[in-house]
C-alpha cells in the first residue's frame, strides 16, 4: 500500500496529513500557541490530596492544576492487586516529578502519571521499572521473543524497563543500541533537572510534530516525506541523520507553486471533515455530532436504494459505513466514548459480518481503540483513546449565534418573545412610545405575516411602536427601546 506522509509548515502551524492510495487517512495540527502537553515531564508540587476521589490535584504551572488519580500512582501500578491510599503516597507541598498523558481538554485540567515513560524510535524508556514490555501489535510469538531476547543482551543484569515497539521489528543491533543510549542521556538530564530546577519547572518536552512525524508514523509502508518548509526540511534531515536512518531517503522538499495540501486535496477533506453530515458513495450518509460526553454516528440509507431488496440495501449502506467511520474517526481525531447507530439489521449473518468489518477497518489506527458488539437496540459502542483536542476543538469555536445548540429560534419564535416583552414593559412603565431593534429577518415578519399582530398590540397598549433593522444582531437578539 503506497502511503505518502505530507508536511505543511507555517510560523503558527505545523499541519500532517498521511495519504494512502491518494486518500486523506488522517490529519495532526500542532499550533505554537496551542501545542500538545502529552509526553512532556514536569517538577509539580501537590496543592490539593482528595481522599475521598483517591486523587490530588498538581500544580505544574500550568492555567489548571493537572489531576493525578491513584491509578496513575507508580507505587499502585506496580501493586495493582495491593491497593493504595492516595494519602499515603502524596501529601500538599510535596515535590513529584510527574509526566502529562492528556493533554487539557475543555474544563478539564491535564492528567498525570508519576510512571515516566520516554519514546525512542523503537523502544520506550520506563525507567521506574525493570521489566521488558512488547508492543501488541508484534502478535507472532515467536518473533516476541526475538526480539525479547536481542534486547536482555544489550542491556546489563540490572536494568530498567523498555517496551519494545513495532518498529522495532526491523532495527539492527546498532539502532537498537543507540536508541539505549539516547533515551539513557535523556533521563540522566531530567534526573539533574529534577534536583537543581524550582518546582512547577518543565524537565523535559517531546518531540515537535515534524519530528514525531518521523519518530513514530514513518513506516515499511511508507514511501516519501513531503516538506514545504526548506528550513524544517534540512532541519528534519539532520533528525534523521542521527536518530532514524533508515528514513533520510525518504525525506523531500516540496518546492511548487500550489500549496502541498492544496495539491493533494487536504484542503477540502479538512472542510469536509468539519461537516455534520458525511455523504457515502453509493448515496447513503453519515451524521456525526460531537457532544462534551460522547460522539454519536447515525447511519441512514439517503437515496441509496439497491438493485436487490431492502435488506439488502441496509447491509450495503452499513458496510460501506464501516470503512468511513474509521476513516472519520481519524481524520477528526474523535476520542472517548463513541455510539454508532447502524440501520437496523434482522439477519444475525449481515449483523456479524458488519461488525467483522468495523473492526478490521478500525485495527489500522494508530490510537487505541476497543470495539463492542451490538447491543439490544442495536448500537455499537466504540472507546477511542482520547489524548489531544479533536480536529474540530482545534479549528473551530463555539458558534456565537446559537452558542453550541446547533439550532436558533425562528423569526416568527423571536416577535412572539418580543411581542410578550413590550406587553411585560408596558404594565411597569408609561413609556411613550416603543421602538424594536431587531435582526432584518424579525423586521421583515413584522412588516409582512406578524404587522397584524403588531398592529393589535399597538391599539392595545395605546402606545405607537416603531421598527428599526440592527444589521449587526443576530436572528435571536433584539431590544425594546423605551422613549
Given at each position: 500500500?503506497?502511503?505518502q506522509?505530507?508536511?505543511?509548515?507555517?510560523?503558527?502551524?505545523?499541519?500532517?496529513?498521511?495519504?494512502?492510495?491518494?486518500?486523506?487517512?488522517?490529519?495532526?495540527?500542532?499550533?505554537?500557541?496551542?501545542?500538545?502537553?502529552?509526553?512532556?515531564?514536569?517538577?509539580?508540587?501537590?496543592?490539593?490530596?482528595?481522599?475521598?476521589?483517591?486523587?490530588?490535584?498538581?500544580?505544574?504551572?500550568?492555567?489548571?492544576?493537572?489531576?493525578?488519580?491513584?491509578?496513575?500512582?507508580?507505587?499502585?501500578?506496580?501493586h495493582?492487586?495491593?491497593?493504595?491510599?492516595?494519602?499515603?503516597?502524596?501529601?500538599e507541598?510535596?515535590?513529584?516529578?510527574?509526566?502529562v498523558?492528556?493533554?487539557?481538554?475543555?474544563?478539564?485540567?491535564?492528567?498525570?502519571?508519576?510512571?515516566?515513560?520516554?519514546?525512542?524510535?523503537?523502544?520506550?524508556?520506563?525507567?521506574q521499572?525493570?521489566?521488558?514490555?512488547?508492543?501488541?501489535?508484534?502478535?507472532?510469538?515467536?518473533?516476541?521473543?526475538?526480539?525479547?531476547?536481542?534486547?536482555?543482551?544489550?542491556?546489563?543484569?540490572?536494568?530498567?524497563?523498555?517496551?519494545?515497539?513495532?518498529?522495532?521489528?526491523?532495527?539492527?543491533?546498532?539502532?537498537?543500541?543507540?536508541?539505549?543510549?539516547?533515551?539513557?542521556?535523556?533521563?540522566?538530564?531530567?534526573?539533574?533537572?529534577?534536583?537543581?530546577?524550582?518546582?512547577?519547572?518543565?524537565?523535559?518536552?517531546?518531540l515537535?510534530?515534524?519530528?514525531?512525524?518521523?519518530?513514530?508514523?514513518?513506516?515499511?509502508?511508507?514511501?516519501?516525506?513531503?516538506?514545504?518548509?526548506?528550513?524544517?526540511?534540512?532541519?528534519?534531515?539532520?533528525?534523521?541523520?542521527?536518530?532514524?536512518?533508515?528514513?533520510?531517503?525518504?525525506?523531500?522538499?516540496?518546492?511548487?507553486?500550489?500549496?502541498?495540501?492544496?495539491?493533494?486535496?487536504?484542503?477540502?477533506?479538512?472542510e469536509?471533515?468539519?461537516?455534520r453530515?458525511v455523504?457515502?458513495?453509493?448515496?447513503?450518509?453519515?451524521?456525526?455530532d460531537?457532544?462534551?460526553?460522547?460522539?454519536?454516528?447515525?447511519?441512514?440509507?439517503?437515496?441509496?436504494?439497491?438493485?436487490?431488496?431492502?435488506?439488502?440495501?441496509?447491509?450495503?449502506?452499513?458496510?460501506?459505513?464501516?470503512?468511513?467511520i474509521?476513516?472519520?474517526?481519524?481524520?477528526?481525531?474523535?476520542?472517548?466514548?463513541?455510539?454508532?447507530?447502524?440501520i437496523?439489521?434482522?439477519?444475525?449473518?449481515?449483523?456479524?459480518?458488519?461488525?467483522?468489518?468495523?473492526?478490521?477497518?478500525?485495527?489500522?489506527?494508530?490510537?487505541?481503540?476497543?470495539?463492542?458488539?451490538?447491543t439490544?437496540?442495536?448500537?455499537?459502542?466504540?472507546?477511542?483513546?482520547?489524548?489531544?483536542?479533536?480536529?474540530?476543538?482545534?479549528?473551530?469555536?463555539?458558534?456565537?449565534?446559537?452558542?453550541?445548540?446547533?439550532?436558533i429560534?425562528?423569526?416568527?419564535?423571536?416577535?412572539?418573545?418580543?411581542?410578550?416583552?413590550?406587553?411585560?414593559?408596558?404594565?411597569?412603565?408609561?413609556?411613550?412610545?416603543?421602538?424594536i431593534?431587531?435582526?432584518?429577518?424579525?423586521?421583515?415578519?413584522?412588516?409582512?405575516?406578524?404587522?397584524?399582530?403588531?398592529?393589535?398590540?399597538?391599539?392595545f397598549?395605546?402606545?405607537?411602536?416603531?421598527?428599526?433593522?440592527?444589521?449587526a444582531?443576530?436572528?435571536?437578539?433584539f431590544?425594546?427601546?423605551?422613549?
Amino acid at each position: 500500500m503506497k502511503e505518502q506522509i505530507l508536511v505543511n509548515i507555517t510560523p503558527q502551524e505545523t499541519r500532517v496529513a498521511t495519504i494512502e492510495e491518494g486518500v486523506v487517512q488522517d490529519i495532526h495540527i500542532e499550533r505554537a500557541s496551542q501545542r500538545g502537553l502529552v509526553g512532556n515531564i514536569y517538577l509539580g508540587t501537590v496543592k490539593r490530596v482528595l481522599p475521598g476521589m483517591q486523587s490530588a490535584f498538581i500544580e505544574i504551572g500550568l492555567e489548571r492544576a493537572a489531576f493525578l488519580h491513584i491509578a496513575d500512582v507508580i507505587e499502585q501500578r506496580q501493586h495493582p492487586n495491593d491497593p493504595q491510599r492516595i494519602e499515603r503516597l502524596v501529601h500538599e507541598g510535596q515535590s513529584v516529578v510527574v509526566q502529562v498523558i492528556k493533554d487539557p481538554i475543555g474544563t478539564k485540567g491535564a492528567r498525570l502519571s508519576t510512571q515516566i515513560s520516554i519514546a525512542g524510535r523503537f523502544l520506550v524508556f520506563l525507567p521506574q521499572e525493570h521489566h521488558i514490555g512488547i508492543s501488541q501489535r508484534i502478535e507472532n510469538g515467536e518473533e516476541r521473543e526475538h526480539l525479547r531476547s536481542r534486547l536482555e543482551k544489550m542491556l546489563p543484569s540490572e536494568h530498567h524497563g523498555y517496551i519494545i515497539r513495532t518498529s522495532a521489528d526491523h532495527a539492527t543491533d546498532d539502532e537498537l543500541r543507540a536508541d539505549i543510549d539516547y533515551l539513557d542521556l535523556i533521563w540522566a538530564d531530567i534526573r539533574q533537572k529534577s534536583q537543581t530546577q524550582p518546582a512547577k519547572s518543565l524537565l523535559f518536552q517531546d518531540l515537535s510534530l515534524q519530528l514525531r512525524v518521523l519518530r513514530d508514523m514513518v513506516n515499511a509502508d511508507t514511501d516519501e516525506v513531503m516538506v514545504d518548509s526548506r528550513e524544517n526540511f534540512q532541519k528534519m534531515g539532520e533528525f534523521a541523520a542521527s536518530f532514524v536512518s533508515d528514513v533520510l531517503p525518504r525525506i523531500q522538499h516540496y518546492g511548487g507553486e500550489r500549496p502541498l495540501f492544496e495539491l493533494y486535496g487536504v484542503e477540502a477533506e479538512i472542510e469536509r471533515a468539519l461537516a455534520r453530515r458525511v455523504n457515502l458513495k453509493f448515496g447513503g450518509y453519515l451524521i456525526i455530532d460531537q457532544t462534551e460526553a460522547m460522539t454519536t454516528i447515525d447511519v441512514n440509507t439517503g437515496g441509496f436504494v439497491g438493485t436487490r431488496n431492502f435488506d439488502d440495501t441496509i447491509f450495503k449502506t452499513n458496510l460501506e459505513a464501516t470503512q468511513v467511520i474509521a476513516r472519520q474517526l481519524r481524520l477528526r481525531n474523535l476520542g472517548g466514548i463513541i455510539i454508532v447507530d447502524f440501520i437496523d439489521m434482522d439477519n444475525e449473518e449481515h449483523k456479524t459480518a458488519v461488525l467483522d468489518e468495523l473492526k478490521k477497518a478500525l485495527a489500522r489506527d494508530r490510537t487505541k481503540v476497543t470495539v463492542s458488539s451490538f447491543t439490544s437496540l442495536g448500537l455499537i459502542e466504540i472507546t477511542r483513546k482520547r489524548t489531544r483536542e479533536s480536529l474540530a476543538h482545534v479549528l473551530c469555536q463555539t458558534c456565537p449565534t446559537c452558542q453550541g445548540r446547533g439550532e436558533i429560534k425562528t423569526a416568527e419564535t423571536v416577535c412572539y418573545d418580543i411581542l410578550r416583552e413590550i406587553m411585560r414593559e408596558a404594565r411597569q412603565f408609561n413609556a411613550r412610545e416603543y421602538r424594536i431593534l431587531a435582526s432584518q429577518n424579525v423586521i421583515d415578519m413584522f412588516l409582512d405575516e406578524e404587522s397584524a399582530s403588531l398592529a393589535m398590540l399597538a391599539d392595545f397598549i395605546g402606545k405607537p411602536i416603531y421598527l428599526q433593522v440592527e444589521t449587526a444582531y443576530s436572528q435571536e437578539q433584539f431590544d425594546v427601546v423605551l422613549v
